[in-house]
């Protein structure tokens, strides 16, 4: 599925209009990999899901998510130090699946405390890392030791570092022509497409060249980049032709040139509620007819 970078741009931008300033209600752990925050605004109780395995993200949801009578210890920590702490930012490297939940919280002491919990959409290698002010890891929910890794250790009180970034331009510090010449230099197709700009998935490179057939390359890549700088996507989903979901998109995708069902949706945070939700009830039906 596409949760790329410019995917995660999307939703970060939708979720700090909705959550920024609002304040920590509830925790809940549903599965070691899985984390929901249920935050309190204006506008009344709103969730974060946090999924860390099988098809990782993270945005807001108005799915119901069963949660276990017991808390996991993981989770009642994560209530002591983030319950009632105030949502003071959100950030994100340039066009990496990576996402910083800034807090405001209140220690056992009564002191105020900067806390950053860091969201890592990276595969079989997602995350999420709650740090200190200055960045030390205070726990993680995958700790990675020297056994696993010598590059990148995540235990507490070692200092928290970002993934290693790919060598690939970002759109919004780059100009077209750049991004062209350097997309041309590697063959000028959707893998050169894919190499060249950071926060794409293969499909938004097919798209490109797709789109690009028609017009110019330059054209479609100033496109993106306007799409990018002003945070109007498309939040796309794209069906099978029997109707179950096969991906989605932060923009309108015509590659299949109409031999696939797409639909469109006002916010990501719909267009992901219902892709996953319809592939997880196709899955349930499909499991029952086998037991049948």
Known sequence: MAFDGIMMTMVRREMSDALIGSRVNQIYQPARDELVFAFRTQDGTKKVLIRLSDAPRVH???CSIENPPVPPMLCMFLRKRLGGARLSDITQPKNERVLCLHFEAVNEIGDREQLRL?????GRYSNAVLTDGEDRVIDTVRRIDFSVSEERVLLPKMP??????????????CTPEAIVE????????DR????TIQGISPMVARELCFRAANSDMLTQVRSLKEMVESGRGEPTLIDKADGSPMD?????VRQYEGALPVRHFESYSELLDTFFSDRDRLARMKAKSADI
């Open 182 to 189: 350097r997309i041309d230099a590697l063959g000028g197709d």
């Open 60 to 62: 807001i949801s108005a």
């Open 160 to 173: 928290y570092e970002l993934p290693r970034m790919q060598d690939k331009m970002c759109i919004e510090d």
């Open 248 to 252: 989605f998109c932060f923009m309108d």
């Open 192 to 195: 050169a497409v894919l190499n």
């Open 118 to 122: 860091y969201i890592e959409i990276m």
